[in-house]
Every structure is written in C-alpha cells, then in structure tokens.
C-alpha cells in the first residue's frame, strides 16, 4: 500500500465514532467463549464433501441462542419402531372353526362391530401380509362412517390361521415349508364365504349387513370371485379392489422371484423388520408399519437361526416363493369378472399405468368408480390409510340402497287404480 493510500486511510478513521461500550451481559458470555477449542484447520481436498465440511469451518454460532445446539434429551430425528397393538384399532378378535373331510380350519379375524344399521367393511389381505394390513385404515374408517364395522380377516397360510391337513398341523408359522396347503383362488374364495357366514353365526345375526368387500393385490382378486360368484345376493353393495390388475399383476410375477430373493431371510427383532419395511419404502407410513410387520413375522425355536449371542431370529410367517403354483391362477381373468360382477365397483390404484385394455374401456364407458393416489406405493391401504378410509366411505354412500327412495312399480299402480 502506497503512503498516500495509508495517509487516506486513516483520515477515513480518525472522522469515525469510537466502538460503543457492550453490554455486561454480552461481554460476560462472550468472556465465557474463551474456553471454546479453537476448530481444526480445514484440509486441502476437492472433493464436495470435503468442500462442504470446510466452509461450516466459517460459521460461528450465536453465543446467546446456540442455534446449533441439540436440546438435552432430544429424539428429534429418531422413530419409534415399537410394535402397535391391534387393540388399538379393533375390538376384538375372533376364531372361526370350520371342519371337512379333508382338513379342520380355524379361521383368525379382527372384528369392530357395525352399529344397527351401518356396513360392514370386509377386508382380504395381500399375499405375505395379514389382516393388520388394514389396521390402522380401519380405525380411520370408523372415523369417517361413525356407524361402520370392519371385519379384516387373516387367510390360510397367513397371520393366525391355522389348518390341518391329513393330520399334519399347519400353524401361524404360514406355510412352513409345506408346498401342499391349497392357496388356489376358488379355495381362498370359499374361505372368505365361510369367514362371513361363521361370523354371522357366532354372532347371531338373523340376516347380513350390507356389505362392502374390500381386497388389496391378492385380495383384491378374492373378492372380485366372491362378488362375481353371486353367493352373498344383494347383501354385497359393492366391492373395492386396491392396487391390482390382472395385466400388470400377470407381468409382474415374472420378476417375482428376483424380488423375493432380495428380501432379507430372517431378522434379529421385530423392531429389526418394521425398520426394513420403513427404510426400503416397502410400507411408507411407519404408524402402518408398527401395526402390520409384527404379525409377519415369528419367533424360531431355540435350535433353529439365530444371531451370535442373541435371541432366535425372526422369520417370515409366510414362504411366499411356496404359493408360485397359484400365483397365475390368482389374475387370469380378473379384469372381466371385476367388470361383470353385481354391485358397485371402485378400483383404487397407485398409478394409471396399471390399467390394461379392458379397464380403460370399462373406465371409460363408466362401469367402475376409478381413484389414483400417485403419492403411495403398493400398499395403499397402508401408506395413505386416511385418504383410503375417506375414498372407501364416500363408496359406501354412494352405492348405499337404505337411504335410496324407489318410485312405485307401474304395476302396483294399475292394481290400486283397479281398486279404487
């Protein structure tokens, strides 16, 4: 700097004020500073983490509000990954119990009553899930339809039920490594039938409430048979079919085998598998998942896996590579039968690119009732169960025959005209 550039300089100050006296508050914490270790020279690195790590270097935080600081205590950031019980979404659970000559079957629901007049919403799961795949959309649907009941039962090979087979036992444990239960459609058809019409015994009901059937994937092709079969009459006022059409199901099963050898064998708890379940985005609602993944999973005896010093791992209930005999069996022809059945018809997807031929033209013409919620993934059920609950309850209105008032029949109006 040149002496003409200096001379000018401190004329500049001189002309300036003297620095204000500070505050006793303020000098004391900034006295308090002092004991702060100076931070660490930044290394030379071009890489952007390194960048970026060096230019927080710059930031001094404010002494008086510690904006950076953590509070003690703090679980900011951090989920709970408790499991939920089901009682916190239904009132009670039932076994049904349902023998043949060729198995004894018990038969696990989670049931919330209807009120006098109200729906029952019947519930089917996907496959490798359980009825707590509705758990949480269910205590929002009562929200919705005060009035309303929920019966969302757990399939064979699923959950709690449990069949017997020419005296070999198949419990909770899903399919067990056995390849003989009957997962076929028109089996899992029956077993719904039998499911409601126990449940109407045990309860001593004299006729059904009206009906809406809801199915999620797998489920969703279940109930679609049970509507397009007929047997249930007009007590079905319609039926709601999530995420699952037969076109995209049919191509997706060819890269179902890759999908499940990517899944994780066992897990060290059950916190270990609702984690797995919310980090991969499998279920994208961790409430869901706390309710859901529990009853996925099962504990193994002592002698079989486990982890070093640990207790026995925690398996899959059901061996979902095991049903591939059934897995074509389950959507050949659902998008006709969906189509064709009596009742009321909703089809609520993840995506529009899901719709085959047949139901863009269904769609199109009008036959079903179409609702897309691009922010969820598979699960729908169970990622948006608030939206879901609120899209179901508007269905029930809308197909609801007790608040619909009928015109006379012309007959009946020729017969009193004759009379008169």
């Known amino acids: 700097m040149s002496d003409l550039q200096r001379s000018f300089v401190k004329a500049k100050l001189a002309s300036l004020p003297l620095e204000p006296r500070m505050p006793q508050d303020v000098a004391e914490e900034e006295d308090d500073q ?64 349902k023998t043949s000559s060729s198995e004894k079957i018990v038969y696990h629901i989670y049931f919330t009553p209807s009120s006098q007049k109200g729906p029952l919403f019947v519930t089917h799961h996907g496959a490798g899930s359980s009825g707590l795949s509705f758990a949480v959309m269910a205590s929002e649907l009562r929200k919705a339809l005060p009035g309303a009941g929920v019966l969302s039962l757990d399939a064979r090979g699923h959950g709690e039920t449990v069949v017997q087979n020419t005296g070999a036992a198949l419990s909770g444990d899903g399919l067990g490594g056995d390849s003989t239960l009957d997962l076929s459609l028109g089996t899992l058809s029956d077993d719904m039938l039998n499911i409601i019409n126990l449940t109407k015994e045990k309860l001593g009901w004299q006729e059904l409430p009206g009906l809406i059937l809801v199915g999620h994937s797998l489920g969703g092709a279940v109930v679609t048979d049970v509507a ?91 061996n979902l590579a095991a049903t591939q005999p059934f897995w074509e069996g389950w959507f050949v022809g659902l998008s006709r039968k969906f189509l064709e059945a009596k009742g009321g018809k909703l089809l609520l997807l993840a995506g529009t690119d899901r719709l085959d031929k047949e139901l863009m033209i269904g769609q199109m013409q009008g036959k079903y009732q179409l609702q897309v919620f691009p922010e969820a993934g598979h699960f729908i059920q169970e990622d948006q169960p608030e939206k879901t609950a609120m899209v179901l309850a508007d269905f029930y209105r809308r197909n609801d025959r007790s608040a619909l008032v009928l015109p006379p029949k012309v007959r009946d109006l020729l017969k009193n005209q004759q009379l008169h």
């Open 228 to 318: 397009y079969r007929g047997e249930l009459k007009k007590a079905v006022l319609g039926y709601a079919v999530l995420d699952v059409v037969e076109g995209s199901a049919i191509d997706a099963l060819k890269s179902m085998q890759s999908y499940l050898s990517t899944r994780p064998m066992s897990f060290p708890s059950v916190s270990s598998g609702i984690e797995w379940h919310t980090r991969t985005r499998t279920i994208r609602n961790s409430t869901s998942a706390r309710a859901s993944v529990p009853s996925l999973l099962f504990q193994a005896l002592s002698s079989g896996e486990s982890y070093p010093g640990k207790a026995p791992a925690w398996l899959w209930r059901t």
């Open 34 to 97: 002092d004991d702060l270790r100076p931070l660490p020279e930044p290394h030379d690195d071009d890489s952007s983490s390194a960048s970026s790590a060096s230019s927080t270097g710059t930031i001094k935080p404010s002494p008086s509000k510690h904006l950076f600081a953590r509070p003690k205590g703090s679980t900011a950031g951090k989920r709970s990954l408790d499991q939920l019980p089901w009682t916190d979404y239904f009132d009670q659970e039932l076994y049904l119990e």
